[in-house]
Nanobody, 123 residues
Framework: VQLQASGGGLVQPGGSLRLSCAASGSIFDIVASDWYRQAPGKAREFVARLTRGEPPTYGTPVKGRFVISKDDSKSTVYLQMDSLRSEDTAVYYC??????????????????WGQGTQVTVSS
């Protein structure tokens, strides 16, 4: 299963962006999805997680500003980012776990990473 991340770009402080992470293939379901980010010279940082049946969780720096969601009909996960700050500048990566069809009747688990999308917050 491949993931295509998109939606990054250049935005001014205080602005908004919505990132998308679309899973391709015969997706049966998405069980869990995460967003991480990595700024230059820094370690990868947890941003948000959405696990089926549980409330979403967020990293402290983004709480109250970012919202993770998914559209099962499109096999796509989203990250709505509001009130962006310069310190949000990073490459954002999605990680999705679920099941996909391998035959007409058999499913297999997958856990895939997207390629990353650059978010730059600057005036």
């Amino acid at each position: 299963v491949q993931l295509q991340a998109s939606g990054g770009g250049l935005v001014q402080p205080g602005g908004s962006l919505r990132l998308s992470c679309a899973a391709s293939g015969s997706i049966f379901d998405i069980v869990a999805s995460d967003w991480y980010r990595q700024a230059p010279g820094k370690a990868r940082e947890f941003v948000a997680r959405l696990t089926r049946g549980e409330p979403p969780t967020y990293g402290t720096p983004v709480k109250g500003r970012f919202v993770i969601s998914k559209d099962d009909s499109k096999s796509t996960v989203y990250l709505q980012m509001d009130s962006l700050r310069s310190e949000d500048t990073a490459v954002y990566y999605c990680n999705v776990a679920g099941r996909h069809w391998v035959t007409d009747t058999a499913k297999r688990a997958f856990n895939s990473w997207g390629q990353g999308t650059q978010v730059t917050v600057s005036s």
